[in-house]
T-cell receptor, first 112, second 110 residues
């Protein structure tokens, strides 16, 4: 089956720093989604990407759909304490399929 | 006003028991799911229902039986619970590949 690998697995940063993480797939995706999971909650959709090369922002978050369609990137600028959580990439398993495969996750921790 | 709500939030039970988790969504979506998140935070789909019909069953043991009385509800019943069933179970609903998750049910089997 398809695998989505995220890196880094975890990040420890100071408040105010910028964050970059990525997600790579073993096969081509037509849609990339980025989710954030707060402790004790379910994942919440942050950004959706639908075209290769697309760059989309949501406040301090910016995500890009890689040109090869096998990767995606998420950047967070000027991190704040509420950015703490686990970030997941996700994509449909097959074209036109509503079954989402989730990445392995990147855990973001902010050091006081 | 919660969009996807599931109960209970926590479930602690003994091996061998039978338990149910309930899920309801008020988003008007046709498709609902159950996902399992293990201790390493991997999220894996278990089932998907579209308008009360099962469309995805990801090789889940038949001790797990989803039931969808209507398109706004998808409950999960688990028979003969095993230690390895301990995890967080998320209900979700979707439109156009965008999933909306409940807050999860943390199941601990002792």
């Amino acid at each position: 089956g398809q695998q989505l690998n995220q890196s880094p697995q975890s990040m420890f940063i100071q408040e105010g720093e910028d964050v970059s993480m990525n997600c790579t797939s073993s096969s081509i995706f037509n849609t990339w989604l980025w989710y954030k999971q707060d402790p004790g909650e379910g994942p919440v959709l942050l950004i959706a990407l639908y075209k290769a090369g697309e760059l989309t922002s949501n406040g301090r978050l910016t995500a890009q759909f890689g040109i090869t369609r096998k990767d995606s990137f998420l950047n967070i600028s000027a991190s704040i304490p509420s950015d703490v959580g686990i970030y997941f990439c996700a994509g449909p398993a097959n074209f036109g399929n509503e079954k989402l495969t989730f990445g392995t996750g990147t855990r973001l921790t902010i050091i006081p | 006003d919660t969009a996807v709500s599931q109960t209970p939030k926590y479930l602690v039970t003994q091996m061998g028991n039978d338990k149910s988790i309930k899920c309801e969504q008020n988003l008007g979506h046709d498709t609902m799911y159950w996902y399992k998140q293990d201790s390493k935070k991997f999220l894996k789909i278990m089932f998907s229902y579209n308008n009360k019909e099962l469309i995805i069953n990801e090789t889940v043991p038949n001790r797990f039986s989803p039931k969808s009385p209507d398109k706004a509800h998808l409950n999960l019943h688990i028979n003969s619970l095993e230690l390895g069933d301990s995890a967080v179970y998320f209900c979700a609903s979707s439109r156009s590949n965008k999933l909306f998750f409940g807050s999860g049910t943390q199941l601990s089997v002792l």
